[in-house]
């Protein structure tokens, strides 16, 4: 089964910083989209940012200008740099990947288990 780790969580001031990392257990056949969500307590989850594997990428209005995503193929690892952030951001932070893990397999959606993100002073 692969397993997808999200870390870097932690409790941050308002106007800091963390950098989230997603280590991917396993190499997928095939790889359509990385991406990171978030679910605020009592609200849904919603995307906050996505990489394709042609490296185009997808940001929510909230997160433009202060967060970035990036990939590390060879070290199968998604991150997301987060800067000047806000409490509005506080919530559990999940990492996806949207591929095909064995040829054959079908596509699918693989989801890690998040991690949470507080920022308060």
């Known amino acids: 089964q692969v397993q997808l780790v999200e870390s870097g969580g932690g409790l941050v001031q308002p106007g800091g910083s963390l950098r989230l990392s997603c280590a991917v257990s396993?190499?997928?056949?095939?790889?359509?989209?990385r991406g990171w969500y978030r679910q605020a307590q009592g609200k849904q989850r919603e995307l906050v940012a996505s990489i394709t594997s042609g490296a185009g990428t997808n940001y929510a209005d909230s997160v433009k200008g202060r967060f970035t995503i990036s990939r590390e193929i060879g070290k199968n690892t998604v991150y997301l740099q987060m800067n000047s952030l806000k409490p509005e951001d506080t919530a559990v932070y999940y990492c996806?990947?949207?591929?095909?893990?064995?040829?054959?397999?079908?596509?699918?959606?693989?989801w890690g288990q998040g991690t949470q993100v507080t920022v308060s002073s």
């Open positions: 996806k990947i949207d591929g095909v893990l064995y040829y054959g397999s079908g596509r699918d959606d693989y």
């Open positions: 396993m190499t997928f056949y095939s790889i359509y989209a």
